[in-house]
């Protein structure tokens, strides 16, 4: 079937490592919507991440935000669905690692991702990168305010393990009642039971009466993995972790090269503009990552 939709990771896939959508990036998503194509990002940033690139990038209709638990229309404001991590769930998974793993850390993301609730200490241990916020400004909350709503997502951070060696440590306690990922940021990232990518995707193919196997996906981070592996045609980045690789059809050139580009010229028998291919990234897309 032709492809009716494509779902793109922004950070490390469709945006350049200075966090700019490049002019050839944009001529190829121009293309793609011209030709009756839906463009989605679908991203661990939150809705006003998204804002911030959406003018360089040409986004004015759905996002799927929060590692799929979020999708907002950007123009009009409109939520299709917002899934969260239940309070219950979250004093469980916060009481238990915290005994397990001495010194780990919890920040709430909620309010459709506008509110950021650190508890204290996270903010000495992080930097502008993680989240594109100033550590000044992520607040020093006890943790009890930290898990006293619902979550979008749950970000866990520990001043010296990896998110790897971390998660490690939270399936060793086989909890249940979460889903949880982490996105090449110093952090996991945990959300509601069954969210992920893929999730919010689907959902919002339904509302659009989109076909699976219409749907062409773009990523490079274990985040991606589940939309990579859903979607009738899922593409990793050359710069792509392994649990994209593997969850991947095909593999593209890295973002650095533009390869989402390369993917939709070829899609639309376009030919790779000799002028942009190689020039400098422009039009800033800095914001909001992993929050």
């Known amino acids: 079937m032709p492809t009716a939709l494509i779902a793109t ?3 490390g896939t469709l945006l350049r490592p200075d966090l700019s959508v490049s ?3 944009r001529r190829a998503l121009d293309a793609a919507r011209a030709a009756g194509i839906v463009v989605v990002p679908v991203t661990a940033r939150q809705p006003r ?3 911030r690139i959406a003018e360089a990038a040409g986004f004015t209709e759905w996002a799927l935000c929060s590692n799929g638990s979020y999708g907002v229309h950007l ?3 409109e939520v299709l669905f917002g ?4 309070v219950a769930t979250q004093r469980a998974v916060a009481g238990a690692m915290a005994e397990r793993v001495p010194g780990v850390l919890f920040v709430s993301v909620r309010q459709g991702g506008e509110v950021f609730v650190a508890q204290t200490g996270y903010a000495d241990i992080a930097h502008f990168e993680d989240h594109k916020r100033e550590p000044g400004e992520m607040g020093r909350h006890p943790l009890d305010d930290v898990l006293a709503e619902p979550s979008l997502k749950f970000i866990m951070r520990h001043p010296e393990l990896t998110p790897r060696e971390l998660l490690a440590e939270l399936r060793a306690l ?3 009642g979460y889903a949880v990922t982490h996105s090449g940021a110093p952090f ?5 039971e069954g969210v992920s990518k893929a999730w919010g995707l689907a959902k919002l193919c339904e509302k659009l009466g989109i076909a699976q196997n219409e749907v062409l996906a773009f990523g490079d981070a274990p985040n991606d993995a589940e939309m990579l592996q859903w979607a009738g045609r899922g593409v990793a980045m050359a ?14 050139l890295s973002n650095t090269e533009d390869g989402v580009a390369a993917v939709i010229e070829r899609l639309l028998h376009l030919a790779p503009p000799a002028a942009t291919a190689s020039s400098p990234a422009s039009s800033s897309a800095s914001g909001p990552s992993g929050s």
Request: charged share 25%; no cysteine.
């Open 75 to 77: 123009t009009t404001g």
């Open 23 to 25: 002019p050839r990036t």
């Open 49 to 51: 991440g998204v804002q």
């Open 9 to 11: 990771d922004l950070d």
């Open 188 to 192: 996991l990232e945990v959300l509601a």
């Open 83 to 86: 899934a969260h991590l239940e």
């Open 174 to 176: 086989n909890l249940g």
């Open 239 to 252: 710069n792509a972790e392994a649990e994209a690789l593997a969850a991947a059809d095909e593999v593209t």
